[in-house]
């Protein structure tokens, strides 16, 4: 079953660090790029960043350039994104996805949510 | 960062067919494929059409999707009260680098 789950979620406080991972299965993970959505608590879905199959290639969203940090392990089959900097208005539900050649997402993961408060 | 605009809602009696729009600019939509997503909250999202008109394997052909230009659309033929959910429509912009969602049409079955 090709599958996409998230872990590392959880409340941190402005400022501080998180470490999300995303360990896929069921599909050759090298062969895709990868992305990460997020969907702020009354919002709509909002793309954060995405990375190669190599590793060697990334883009973000103007509001989390210089802050966040794509990363993947073919190897271990997983996908992380390194948050730094956190703001209140980083707070959301964050999905890790896979892209298909022209950017649609075919797979997603369940979600892990990311609360920055104080 | 978003140059996608969708209308804010959508909705028809069950049976009904329903189209919503997304409209964009040369640097995305006029220049790359289209996708579209049906999304409860606190769900996965889920892929209906890329590539502008392509169904993944499993999704009814009630849905369809089409490209002209620098706007895109999405519809569905022969609502149902399951389809109740927020569509996003989303493509690559080239001036931003980076992948650009709509803001979402919620779709309501009267």
């Known amino acids: 079953e090709v599958q996409l789950v998230e872990t590392g979620g959880g409340s941190v406080q402005p400022g501080g660090s998180l470490r999300l991972s995303c360990a896929a299965s069921g599909f050759n993970f090298t062969d895709y790029w990868m992305s990460w959505v997020r969907q702020a608590p009354g919002k709509g879905l909002e793309w954060v960043a995405n990375i190669n199959e190599d590793g060697n290639e990334d883009y973000y969203v103007d509001s989390v350039q210089g802050r966040f940090t794509v990363s993947r392990d073919n190897g271990k089959k997983s996908l992380y994104l390194e948050m730094s900097s956190l703001r209140a208005e980083d707070t959301a539900v964050y999905y890790c996805a896979r892209e298909l050649d022209g950017f649609g997402l075919d797979v997603w993961g369940q979600g892990t949510k990311v609360t920055v408060s104080s | 960062q978003s140059g996608l605009t969708q209308p804010p809602s959508a909705s028809g009696t069950p049976g009904q067919r329903v189209t919503m729009s997304c409209s964009g600019s040369s640097s995305n939509i006029g220049s790359n494929y289209v996708s579209w997503y049906r999304h409860l909250p606190g769900t996965a999202p889920k892929l209906l059409i890329y590539d502008n008109d392509q169904r993944p394997a499993g999704v009814p052909d009630r849905f369809s999707g089409s490209k002209s230009g620098t706007s895109a659309s999405l519809a569905i033929s022969g609502l149902r009260s399951e389809d109740e959910a927020d569509f996003y429509c989303?493509?690559?912009?080239?001036?931003?680098?980076?992948?650009?969602f709509g803001s979402g049409t919620k779709v309501t079955a009267l």
């Open positions: 989303s493509t690559w912009d080239d001036s931003l680098s980076g992948n650009v």
